[in-house]
């Protein structure tokens, strides 16, 4: 049925083409609120793709029937609509208007305007992001919008990046925002090795940040029950850029070249320091002590120096935009070579996109998006992996060489040589990406349009490993070779059709109602080859073909499907009330049989009080509006394909092991049935105000929201009597708070200097409400990640740090100190039932402030982005700041601040103390505050003037800039040298903060120019 | 005009949006390709088949049948020795047993899991209705179902419950369930409280009987069998001190002429007819190393060398006077089942060598030594003559270690003997507290809480479970 409804539509595009209504030509002056002409004003035939602009004069002329509406519009002024009616001659004078309110919105399934929204959303227009050059899309997110929470997880390319929009509403789901791009969901499937750490790879990598227009990002129900399954952790429109017509071509390079450096590196002990220490712990007799400082090569290599370098990157993006009578465009290509600051981190991404829109007549207009990107990301292992550059080069004795007297690789350490690993190992993930949607609109009515589109996500992922035979040498000594490859290749594949009708009218010109109806559907085909092979004759042989003994040949499909029914109406009184409503309902594969469809709603009301005659007088109050909603929408991401159906398999669930048996197939059941396993359901409240002053120079957005989540994804114990130990329930509750505010001010705006700010700031309360079947402990029910250090309990936070308390090094006794449970101090705590909560990974209130100025043609732009009150955990100190583990692993310099005499204030208890074995442990001690101000990106440019261009034909406008990305963190927390605060080694929303040795943000200075033709 | 077309097209679209509404319920129904589902897996006579291999999968899986089982009963009792670090081990060795130990609650996880597993066999095979599938091989996969049902049962009844010697069977064991967990099954149905011992054995009598009807004859002793099934049963009646039972199955298998006792060891790490029940362990099925315990168990640096014989069994093993044609001089037990090598701490001692370090070796769960055991102990117990006297079944055995014919035998005798056939088999536990003897020797550690009847003889009721299951209330074994 489905395809024939697509039949349907191609015969609907072909068999209409009758003309049916008669044209004439209409012209104007348009005039600003003093008389003066207005040139650029746009004008558009309403509720059509049909339009113009007025040239220099103020004067336009345009080709429409008498039913037409004509629509002026332009920056600054409010918008008008004039009948044609029988007029040929039509003036318009404009009156101002606060600019920003007339912007439109891009909401779900249609759009709106900043005046008239009822909808949080957060929206970050080109404005915001067109002067900070990024290299990922989600970079130019940071710090813009209150609500959203952006983490960025390491200073590894192409890393994921964590966002949350308010809070955490997941604790064993996926927790990410849904992202879509110009109507596309994107897909976020894991289609990559793990390389340690579980941070994965950035599902929107693959856009260049270059061709984005705006971000919208959607906040509360009223906005996301629209989305419905997929809408309740937030959900991240992005619009790419589009030409408009009847404009001239306007082609834009932009070039840029940046000096990338690691900045925050621990401090460690060098060879000289090493030997001297273990000599200095022989002399007590402690454990790794030397009798000698002689007894240990003299020689070594710096491992941090050869881990890290200047990374040298260069990114050029040309793109054209403009548009005739008919159609609009945006083409656009960019090409970025990027080095990190980790040797053998790389990244390379072609892309290109065709963004067309045409107008084929008066009653169908033909859309199209279309990128198609290809990255090649050459990857380095991270965090708590003997392969990582980062953490062996730490860990790593200085004493051990890289070289042998010949300058050939040697590996003769249980900690491998990540200089020869990173010369002679290929771990690559190369990506090629095809985003696209088509759409038809067609013009039923005057009121009604129908549009439908067909959306495709495709990526094939192709992910290779390559280990020489130095790093996996032969397993007895050189009989059979050694070395193995992996090829990991994944292709992910995904089909949207989506059909709307919208509505539109206005009567008695005091009544106007919008509506949207429509139905969506979506599959996802995810298909994956693993394959492995070891023993390989040499270093040459690259393919897993190669190797003698092949160890992995696998290969595995998941389908999933995903319907849903949606609409939207909204009635608005004089422009003053206005109330919305939102429906949908979803069915999707995923979900249990019993509860396979799931419906979620919205209502929102709003008053513009500024509308309303009694505020006339109060000429300073250029808006005032007051909003409310309250709805539901789901998260769908519970698992898998298969989450809740009755399983028989052969893989041991969480083994690397088969239930086959002497050589033939068995399966058992690995999985139980739960029939009624489906979404967490989100119950949005929203109350708003937003208040504009002095012509909007002052810009107040204030929020205060509760989300209460409900049927949260639970792992519920059951008796194992019935052969399994959990089964996944929806079961578990807890409430997201908080208040969010934004705040844009135009603090100087004179002719030759202006100077605004835009501060955003979010506090945010998660907490507990219940965990239904979750183990029990003194301070409730809770629930953990398998190596986490942190608990969500019951009544407190989803991220309570969970340790025994560290109390430092007793100035009498040289012996570390620890508080036990009950608060005693004690030098021999239980690492286990001492623990208690210490801290908490989230923040209480994060946030932005950009600050802009600009000098005739100087501009000044800055971005800070800061955090408060969030703690992390630094679990590679057990390793680095351990004194008694100095014979395995290098120590920071901090060891040498040890006790030595009675009243000595130290860092590390005296040299031999049976305490120094207890810094192996996780507790307190390796807790900091994860406070941070980070200067994000400060740019300084400067646009020749145009006088310049006065007499070129070919150049319109050159701007040259610089930019320093991350020049300086102010950390809130003390002992956190060489350490960025900004961590975290797991999308698991239960292992927030945590960190190994995570790679710190790179540090970036850039130079480019933007040349417009 | 332009009316009439709206309206056409009204209807069309309207037509055509219902045609989605319409296909998407069968769009939603989609199948995993990676697993079967509950009822697809019994609707091919392949599948059944797969279901059934699982069974032993299981097993051989960590750590249901494998090293766990002898590494427990080692610790507990005076046959092993433990100097490693791991402290779930390390506290059975010490009597300092948590109900949250992780080793002692693997039996409960993967015995119900494979009793569960077994269920659905037992419970769907019946009915399938499948072309060529005849009664007689769904009797032979029923009869497996049964054999590994009991089995796992026999296993629980032997690590949560006291022996039938203490109490007549009529202490608690573990709950009994021998329906599957399927869909719609009330998760309640299975919230059950502890079956006594006795209903437990009556349980594994009649799934014994079951199979013993349902199996043939096999000389694939990698699977269930008829003689698995009398082996396993001669087992349990030994365990019931029903001396005829006991020694007429012991018997029946011996006679059977199905298996061969061995002319020496070389049967440790192949699947031999010495064995009657063995779990192959290949490497392409995927490696099992049994929670790492063979790894324990193995001298360093190729193991941990946490977990090695006693003094006891090894001046046990050297007190044994060599025959004649002996030229090792000593018990030939001394020789190939064992490894001297060093401990975790360098210290030189005598490791097993039965299940290598890596774990890749078949696993013994019944060989053909234990009918002439059974056979002897019951014939002098039960002052039975069921197929031989037990002065000759004991001598056979010692001739193969290259030990003197004993001229009597006692009953001492025959467990000691036991000891040194069965060093790391997982028998030594039980066949002291089956003759209501404590587990350790007076002067080792922990002499005092090892004798018979004490509450850390046996192991605790998994401690999650009592929390996931109120029926359980206040059924935790004492002193846990």
Redesign the interface.
Known sequence: ??I??HK??LF?FFI?N?T?SQEMNISGTVTDDKGLPLPGVNVLIKNSNKGTQTNFDGNYSIAASNEDVLSFSFIGFITKDVKVGDKTIINVQFTASAAELDEVVIIGFGTSTERKLIQNIGTVRTAAIENIPAVTAQELLQGQTSGVQFTQSSGVLGAANIIRVRGVASLNGGSQPLIVIDGVPLSDDVNTFNVGGNTGLNPISDLSPGDIASFSVLKDAAATAIWGSRGANGVVLIKTKMGSINTDTKINADVWTSFTNVTDLVDILDVNEYAKYRFERGLVGASGGINAVSDLPADGSDWLDLATRTGFSQNYNVSAQGGGKKTSFFIGTGYSSLEGGIVGNNLRRISGRVNLNHTANEWLDLGLNLSVTNTLNDRVNVENTTFAPLTSSYLIRPFIQSRDEEGNFINNDFIQNIEAIEALQENSAESTRIIGNMSAT?K??EEID?KGSFGIDRSQNNNFLRIPELIDPSADGGITPGGNAQNFMANDNRIISD?T?SYNTTFNDIHTIGAVAG?S?Q?TTFNTINVASEDFLSDDLRNVSNGAVPTLTAQ??????L?G?FGRINYDYKGKYIIEGSFRRD???RFGVNK?FGNFWSLAGGWLVSEESFMEELENISLLKLRVSYGTSGNDRIGG??PS????????PL???????????????????N?DLTYEESATLDVGLELGLFNNRFNLNLNYFKKNTTDLLLPV?????????T?NKNAGELENRGVEIGLNTKNVVTDNFTWSTNFNISFVDTEVISLP?A??SDEGKFIEAAGARQRAIEGESTNNFYLVRYVGVNSQTGDAEYLDKDGNTTTSPNFDTDRVIVGDALPDFYGGITNTFTYKNFDLSFLMSFTYGNDIFLDGLRFVGAPDRVGTFNQSSDVLNYWQQPGDNAKYPRLGSDTESLYRQASSFQLRDGTFLRMRNLTFGYTLPNSVFKNNKIFKKLRIYATGNNLFVIKGGSNMDGFDPEVTDNINPLIQGETFFTAPQARQFLLGTRITF | ??KT??KI??V??I???M???????D????????????DS?FESE??I??????????A???DALNGNRYAISGLQSDEMTFVGSFTSLADIFEYETQATNTNTQEF??EG??????AN?LIAKVPDADIVDFTEEEKDDIIGQAKFMRAIMYFEMSRVYAQPFQLQNGNNLCV?I?II??????P?ED???SRSTLNQVHTLIIEDLEDAITLLQESTDN?IASKGAAQALLARLYLYREEWTAAATLANEVIISDLYEFSDDYSFYKTVSDESIFIL?N?A?????GGTSLHNFASPSPAGRGDLFYSDFLVSALESGIPDVTNTEGKDLRLIDPVIIGNDANGVEEVFQNKISSTGNDPLPIIRITEMYFIRAEANLRGNLTIGDTPLNDINRIRSRAGLIDLTAVTLDDILEERLKEFASEGHRRMDLLRNSRGLRQAGDPEFSSAVFGANKTIFPI?A??L???PA?NGQQNPGY
């Not at chain 1, 595995?556 to 499907?561: I, L, V, Y």
């Not at chain 1, 083994?655 to 059941?669: D, F, V």
């Not at chain 2, 392409?284 to 099992?288: H, I, N, Q």
Request: hydrophobic share 40%; aromatic share 14%; proline share 5%.
């Open positions: 049925m489905k024939q409804y349907l539509l609907l209409y009758i049916f067609i039923l009515t129908y059909h009708l139905l559907y599959e595995s499909r998941e389908k999933r499907s319907y029914a069915g999707f594969s396979r394909s298969f159906q009755g399983l028989f398999g052969s893989a041991v083994l690397t092991a088969t239930y086959n048996y002497n050589g033939s197939g068995g399966i058992a059941p690995i999985q139980p049935v029939p114990p059951i008796t194992e009597i019935t052969g399994f130990a089964i079947g183990n029990d | 005009m332009m077309i709206y097209y009204k069309l679209l037509v055509g949006a045609g989605i509404l319409y296909s998407c319920d769009e939603l129904e989609i199948n995993p390709e990676d697993s079967l589902t509950e897996a392949f599948a088949r797969g279901v059934t291999n699982g069974l032993y999968g299981q051989r899986e960590v409960w996880d119900y899991e494979i009793i569960n597993n659905f709950p369930t599957p967990f399927e869909s719609g099954a998760v299975f919230e059950l990698t192959a290949t392409t099925d995927g490696t099992f998994p999650g479970q929390d996931a299951n359980l």
